[in-house]
């Protein structure tokens, strides 16, 4: 082998070892991207005395959520998609108190800092409020499927009923 054919191959090792790197460094830069957007939603209930309280939505992460579907369940059993439609039956199941409602029919977007009360009273009261602390504790479930704006990702927010909780099995509790 002469001088001429090893430089030539170390030439190529070099090319091929630096597009090797180019590659990498361009995927680690488009995952970087997709997770500097990423939404994270969360369901949370909240009951302070004199607050607004109920189940709320909040988008936790760097970037926009498109829902793509969802689920509501009441004791275990599907009702539909969380529309308009399917909580009005909700609502209706309750005696006492017709609590406000924002509804995601279809797909929806959400911005990078929603943060609303999907189901929602104001100047919460634990005893005038029992029936509806006893739907969203005992019976009401909520699945939420979403993904970022790049698509193709599968995330899920998911709230779910808790009947082991003791107060569960007493309805005029909270």
């Given at each position: 082998m002469d001088a001429s054919t090893v430089v030539a191959a170390c030439a190529t090792v070099i090319a091929l070892a630096s597009l090797a790197v180019s590659v990498y460094e361009a995927r680690a830069s488009r995952r970087h991207s997709r997770l500097s957007v990423r939404p994270l939603l969360e369901l949370r209930a909240g009951f302070r005395p004199g607050a607004k309280a109920g189940l709320q939505l909040v988008n936790a992460g760097l970037g926009p959520a498109l829902i793509t579907g969802s689920v509501l369940t009441l004791d275990g059993v599907a009702v539909?998609?969380?529309?308009?439609?399917?909580?009005?039956?909700?609502?209706?199941?309750?005696?006492?108190?017709?609590?406000?409602?924002?509804?995601?029919g279809g797909r929806s977007i959400l911005a990078t800092d929603y943060d609303r009360f999907l189901l929602g009273v104001d100047g919460y009261d634990a005893e005038v409020h029992a029936e509806f602390w006893h739907l969203l504790r005992c019976r009401l479930g909520l699945e939420l499927r979403y993904e970022s704006l790049y698509g193709g990702e599968t995330y899920m927010a998911t709230w779910?009923?808790?009947?082991?909780?003791?107060r569960c099995g007493e309805p005029g509790r909270g």
């Amino acid at each position: 082998m002469d001088a001429s054919t090893v430089v030539a191959a170390c030439a190529t090792v070099i090319a091929l070892a630096s597009l090797a790197v180019s590659v990498y460094e361009a995927r680690a830069s488009r995952r970087h991207s997709r997770l500097s957007v990423r939404p994270l939603l969360e369901l949370r209930a909240g009951f302070r005395p004199g607050a607004k309280a109920g189940l709320q939505l909040v988008n936790a992460g760097l970037g926009p959520a498109l829902i793509t579907g969802s689920v509501l369940t009441l004791d275990g059993v599907a009702v539909g998609e969380f529309d308009e439609a399917n909580v009005n039956l909700i609502r209706e199941g309750l005696q006492t108190v017709w609590p406000a409602a924002v509804t995601l029919g279809g797909r929806s977007i959400l911005a990078t800092d929603y943060d609303r009360f999907l189901l929602g009273v104001d100047g919460y009261d634990a005893e005038v409020h029992a029936e509806f602390w006893h739907l969203l504790r005992c019976r009401l479930g909520l699945e939420l499927r979403y993904e970022s704006l790049y698509g193709g990702e599968t995330y899920m927010a998911t709230w779910a009923p808790q009947p082991g909780d003791r107060r569960c099995g007493e309805p005029g509790r909270g």
